[in-house]
Antibody, heavy 116, light 107 residues
C-alpha cells in the first residue's frame, strides 16, 4: 500500500534553513509528480510546491518562491523540501502528497516551528 | 491566482441531518474541483474529485455537484464519523488553492 513518511521537522530560528524529506513506498515513485502542502497551527491548508515525475519542472506558491526548493531523488524514492530564510510565517505542519489526479495520498506531516 | 471561498465557516448539525457546504471560485474552473475531509491532528482525506466523482471507499452519503464557479458538497445523512473540517481545492492551474475550510460541529 502507498506510504509517505515525512521527516526533518523541528524548531529553527528565523533566518535559518531546514530540509524536509518524504520517503515513499508502495508505488512507482518515479512515475508521479509530488506535492508539498502546509498547514499553520489552527489554520487552513496551503499548497506549497509541486515537482514533476523526473524533477524537470517545479512550481511554487508565491509565499515561498525564491526561498524554498523542491527536489527529488528517484533512486531513493525520496522527495525533499529545502527551506531557506525561514520566517515565523512558515511555522506549520508540512505534508507531502501524491496525486493520481488530485491529492489522494498524504503523509502524516512533520511540524516545523520557526521561533527565536 | 484563483481564490476559493467556502461557506459557511462553521456549521452545527445533528446526526441524520442533510448538510450542504458551498465553495465558490473567483473565476471559472470548469469541474476541476476536489473536496477533502480533515479530522483533528490527521492528514486530509480525498472525498471527491472532478466536482462530482466519489473517491473509492468514500461512503455514498457524500456527493458533490457544480461547475464553473459554484460547487456544493452534500452529506445526505450526517453520521458521527463525519464531524470534521471540509476543504475544497481547485486544480485548474497552478497555484492550486484551497478554501478556508468548513467545520462541521455537533449541534
Amino acid at each position: 500500500q502507498v506510504q509517505l513518511v515525512e521527516s526533518g521537522g523541528g524548531v529553527v530560528q528565523p533566518g535559518r534553513s531546514l530540509r524536509l524529506s518524504c520517503t515513499a513506498s508502495g508505488f512507482i515513485f518515479s512515475a508521479y509528480g509530488m506535492h508539498w502542502v502546509r498547514q499553520a497551527p489552527g489554520q487552513g491548508l496551503e499548497w506549497v510546491a509541486v515537482i514533476s515525475h523526473d524533477g524537470s519542472n517545479k512550481v511554487y506558491a508565491a509565499s515561498v518562491k525564491g526561498r524554498f526548493t523542491i527536489s527529488r531523488d528517484n533512486s531513493k524514492n525520496t522527495l525533499y523540501l529545502q527551506m531557506d530564510s525561514l520566517t515565523t510565517e512558515d511555522t506549520a505542519v508540512y505534508y507531502c502528497a501524491k496525486p493520481t489526479i488530485v491529492l489522494d495520498f498524504w503523509g502524516q506531516g512533520t511540524l516545523v516551528t520557526v521561533s527565536s | 491566482d484563483i481564490q476559493m471561498t467556502q461557506s459557511p465557516s462553521t456549521l452545527s448539525a445533528s446526526v441524520g441531518d442533510r448538510v450542504t457546504i458551498t465553495c465558490r471560485a473567483s473565476q471559472s474552473i470548469s469541474s476541476w474541483l476536489a473536496w477533502y475531509q480533515q479530522k483533528s491532528g490527521k492528514a486530509p482525506k480525498l472525498l471527491i474529485f472532478k466536482a462530482s466523482n466519489l473517491q473509492s471507499g468514500v461512503p455514498l452519503r457524500f456527493s458533490g455537484s457544480g461547475s464553473g464557479t459554484e460547487f456544493t458538497l452534500t452529506i445526505s445523512s450526517l453520521q458521527p464519523d463525519d464531524f470534521a473540517t471540509y476543504y475544497c481545492q481547485h486544480y485548474k492551474s497552478y497555484p492550486w488553492t484551497f478554501g478556508q475550510g468548513t467545520k462541521v460541529e455537533i449541534k
